[in-house]
Nanobody, 119 residues
Framework: QVRLVESGGGLVQSGGSLRLSCAAS????????MGWYRQVPGKQRELVAT???????NYADSVKGRFTISRDSVKNTVYLQMNSLKPEDTAVYYC?????????????WGQGTQVTVSS
């Protein structure tokens, strides 16, 4: 079983910055992709950014140029640096990781961390 623990959410004013962290632990053999998604009440969870083990990244259009995803492959940790935050970035942010344990593939989610951007 793979566990993801997120940290770094909070309340920030519009234009401010936050950095989210997510650490994966457990019987991990390899992590192929780590990423961040977000969800607001009444809406579907949406992609924010992903980072693959080969170094490629993918961002939602709404965050391009403002958010940066990075990974520490040794620590199985992913970060999301969020700059120039806007009220519409307010959401619960979830970490996701896909890879393999020593026995099977995994696709795990964190518990979520609240990000609130005030206008």
């Amino acid at each position: 079983q793979v566990r993801l623990v997120e940290s770094g959410g909070g309340l920030v004013q519009s234009g401010g910055s936050l950095r989210l962290s997510c650490a994966a632990s457990g019987s991990i053999y390899s992590v192929d992709v780590m990423g961040w998604y977000r969800q607001v009440p009444g809406k579907q969870r949406e992609l924010v950014a992903t980072g693959a083990s080969g170094g490629s990244t993918n961002y939602a259009d709404s965050v391009k140029g403002r958010f940066t995803i990075s990974r520490d492959s040794v620590k199985n940790t992913v970060y999301l640096q969020m700059n120039s935050l806007k009220p519409e970035d307010t959401a619960v942010y979830y970490c996701n990781a896909k890879g393999r344990t020593y026995h099977s593939p995994f696709d795990s989610w964190g518990q979520g961390t609240q990000v609130t951007v005030s206008s």
